[in-house]
């Protein structure tokens, strides 16, 4: 989109306004960075009262200022920021370079990119995109509208639902880390399971999704993984759970729905987080181990927030304290020595 009047982006989000109807809008921006010309939103009321913005979207009206009434600015910037920047689709169809099986099926109006290798029996839903350098494998399902972006790698009976979006270098399927130690040596346990994913599910770059041994390694509808996140065999992950980059899953790990999970976070074999559990970044779940619904944990190993804090807070008199047994002991060394003068 090239540009929008206040009024016509008033009656786009349903949402009434104040000001400058007519004023044009050719874009969006950050409040301390917009133009008379851009839209922004007021995240920050400091900052969103000294912006230039020609137009903000916002729960409170400014002085003087063209505003937009909505109840959640950042949620209605980020549909109005797919307004002006909308996603180029590629050309439906599937691209001479692509190697796809006889039997698989691609839907009405997919698209398959250079170079990418669909393998017998898959489906591809209707109007997904695969990008290019993708590898789908053997009886892997992708509903409708999904999007995988180059060098994606679906591993064979992978079952992904609708709307998915899959990040550059996503791996899902590959085999879980089983092994038992037999005669000495590592035998590997075979990983016949798979992996299913619920609809608007999204995966970013170069994370992984391990198959199940038995069974079935699973992520819930709506839930978001950043980058570089690991989910080990047989975990079971919710409905709209967030996860932040760098943050791995041991093998069996369960997790609740809208938990979330902050970054390079570690969590043990069958450890589980409760339902809007709030995991801290750099925490340590050991295994087996329980995250209460609804409560907030930090450190590791991992434990809730207020008592967290406290021991930071104890740690932090440390120096002070030194000092303090310090001159104890040299009080106690000169009463010791007192006494001895005495007793001669």
Same mark, same amino acid.
């Given at each position: 989109?090239?540009?929008?009047?206040?009024?016509?982006?008033?009656?786009?989000?349903?949402?009434?306004?104040?000001?400058?109807?007519? %004023?044009?809008?050719?874009?969006?921006?950050?409040?301390?960075?917009?133009?008379?010309?851009?839209?922004?939103?007021?995240?920050?009321?400091?900052?969103?009262?000294?912006?230039?913005?020609?137009?903000?979207?916002?729960?409170?009206?400014?002085?003087?200022?063209?505003?937009?009434?909505?109840?959640?600015?950042?949620?209605?910037?980020?549909?109005?920021?797919?307004?002006?920047?909308?996603?180029? %689709?590629?050309?439906?169809?599937?691209?001479?370079?692509? &190697?796809?099986?006889?039997?698989?099926?691609?839907?009405?109006?997919?698209?398959?990119?250079?170079?990418?290798?669909?393998?017998?029996?898959?489906?591809?839903?209707?109007?997904?995109?695969?990008?290019?350098?993708?590898?789908?494998?053997?009886? &892997?399902?992708?509903?409708?509208?999904?999007?995988?972006?180059?060098?994606?790698?679906?591993?064979?009976?992978?079952?992904?639902?609708?709307?998915?979006?899959?990040?550059?270098?996503?791996?899902?399927?590959?085999?879980?880390?089983?092994?038992?130690?037999?005669?000495?040596?590592?035998?590997?346990?075979?990983?016949?399971?798979?992996?299913?994913?619920?609809?608007?599910?999204?995966?970013?770059?170069?994370?992984?999704?391990? %198959?199940?041994?038995?069974?079935?390694?699973?992520?819930?509808?709506?839930?978001?993984?950043?980058?570089?996140?690991?989910?080990?065999?047989?975990?079971?992950?919710?409905?709209?759970?967030?996860?932040?980059?760098?943050?791995?899953?041991?093998?069996?790990?369960?997790?609740?729905?809208?938990?979330?999970?902050?970054?390079?976070?570690?969590?043990?074999? +069958?450890?589980?987080?409760?339902?809007?559990?709030?995991?801290?970044?750099?925490?340590?779940?050991?295994?087996?181990?329980?995250?209460?619904?609804?409560?907030?944990?930090?450190?590791?190993?991992? %434990?809730?927030?207020?008592?967290?804090?406290?021991?930071?807070?104890?740690?932090?008199?440390?120096? +002070?304290?030194?000092?303090?047994?310090?001159?104890?002991?040299?009080?106690?060394?000169?009463?010791?020595?007192?006494?001895?003068?005495?007793?001669?």
């Amino acid at each position: 989109m090239k540009s929008t009047t206040v009024r016509e982006l008033a009656a786009w989000l349903g949402a009434p306004f104040t000001g400058e109807g007519e %004023r044009v809008l050719q874009g969006v921006a950050a409040a301390d960075a917009a133009s008379e010309h851009e839209v922004s939103f007021a995240g920050n009321e400091k900052v969103a009262a000294g912006s230039r913005a020609g137009c903000l979207l916002a729960a409170v009206d400014f002085d003087g200022r063209t505003v937009i009434r909505v109840s959640d600015p950042r949620a209605a910037f980020a549909r109005v920021v797919a307004r002006f920047h909308p996603v180029e %689709r590629p050309q439906s169809g599937v691209h001479p370079t692509a &190697v796809v099986d006889a039997n698989a099926v691609i839907g009405d109006g997919a698209s398959v990119g250079p170079h990418v290798v669909v393998g017998t029996g898959s489906r591809i839903g209707a109007r997904v995109v695969v990008s290019a350098g993708c590898v789908i494998g053997r009886d &892997v399902t992708i509903g409708e509208d999904g999007w995988l972006h180059p060098r994606v790698t679906i591993y064979d009976g992978t079952m992904i639902g609708a709307r998915v979006i899959l990040h550059a270098g996503c791996i899902l399927g590959a085999d879980g880390f089983g092994f038992a130690m037999t005669g000495g040596k590592w035998e590997k346990f075979p990983q016949v399971g798979r992996v299913e994913l619920g609809d608007d599910v999204e995966i970013g770059a170069n994370s992984c999704v391990d %198959r199940a041994a038995l069974g079935v390694t699973q992520i819930g509808g709506g839930t978001k993984l950043d980058n570089m996140v690991h989910v080990g065999h047989n975990c079971v992950i919710g409905k709209h759970v967030v996860v932040a980059a760098q943050t791995g899953f041991s093998g069996g790990v369960t997790i609740g729905d809208y938990a979330v999970v902050g970054g390079q976070v570690g969590v043990g074999d +069958k450890a589980r987080i409760e339902s809007k559990a709030v995991v801290g970044s750099g925490a340590g779940i050991l295994t087996s181990k329980i995250v209460r619904a609804g409560e907030p944990v930090w450190g590791t190993p991992a %434990r809730p927030l207020r008592e967290y804090l406290e021991t930071l807070a104890a740690g932090a008199q440390t120096p +002070k304290m030194r000092t303090q047994v310090k001159g104890l002991l040299a009080r106690v060394a000169a009463l010791e020595a007192a006494l001895e003068k005495e007793r001669a």
